[in-house]
Structures are given as C-alpha cells and as structure tokens.
C-alpha cells in the first residue's frame, strides 16, 4: 500500500479534496467562481478555521459585514465564528483553494514535526 495518495484537478467548480485523498487533518477545497458569481449562502464554523488562498483573478469576502477585496495572491484566514460569504468580481473570475482545519489543533509544524529519514 502506497503511502501517498495524487489526484489531478482540472477546472471544475469545486472539488473537495478530503474523499478522494482519504485526508485525515483537513478538508481543501479548490474552488473557480465565474464572473459575477458567488457563493449562495452566508456560513460560519462551529470547530473549524479556514484559509483562503487566492490563486487567480479578483473578488470579495463579506466577513462579519465588512467586504474585504481579493486579489490573486491573497491569504486569508477565518476564525470558526465569522459569518463568510464569497464571490467573484462583475467583469472576471476568480480560482481559489480553501484549507479547513481545527482551531487550535496546531501542536508542531516545519522542523518540529521531521524526522529525518535514511534514503
């Protein structure tokens, strides 16, 4: 059994990454919005966090009532809590993954969490 899991992503609307990964620590998303278009619904998070990567094009975040500009480029991270709605710009597209975590679940990262290993 391989220990790795690939897939490739072309353009769909959104694919979610935690079923056909078998990912077991988060939930990512890619996600293309067309111009003009935006997600139907507001949303909060009960336990989960969510950083927003913005890969290509423009748009908008409604967070806890204040719109937030996007450019491709842009990080953002969203505490559990803060109602979000987004959405493309009127005159183009906008590509961006979206990584979904636990709050507060972070115990190492980089070199705290290696293990160097013999090839």
């Known amino acids: 059994m391989k220990n790795y899991q690939k897939i490739h992503v072309d353009n769909e609307s959104r694919t979610e990454l935690h079923d056909v990964l078998g990912l077991t620590g988060a ?8 111009a003009g278009a935006g997600v139907p619904f507001v ?24 719109e937030v500009a996007l450019t491709a480029g842009d990080f953002v ?13 009127a005159d183009q597209g906008i590509k ?6 636990k709050a507060n679940s972070l115990e190492s990262y980089t070199a705290d969490d290696a ?5």
């Open 27 to 34: 939930e990512i998303s890619i996600n293309n919005l067309p």
């Open 43 to 66: 949303h909060a998070h009960k336990q989960n966090e969510e950083i927003y990567i913005i890969l290509e094009g423009s748009g908008k975040a409604i967070l806890d009532g204040e």
């Open 96 to 101: 961006y993954i979206c990584i979904q975590v």
């Open 77 to 89: 991270r969203v505490a559990p809590a803060t109602k979000r709605q987004f959405s493309a710009a």
């Open 115 to 119: 293990t160097l290993c013999e090839s």
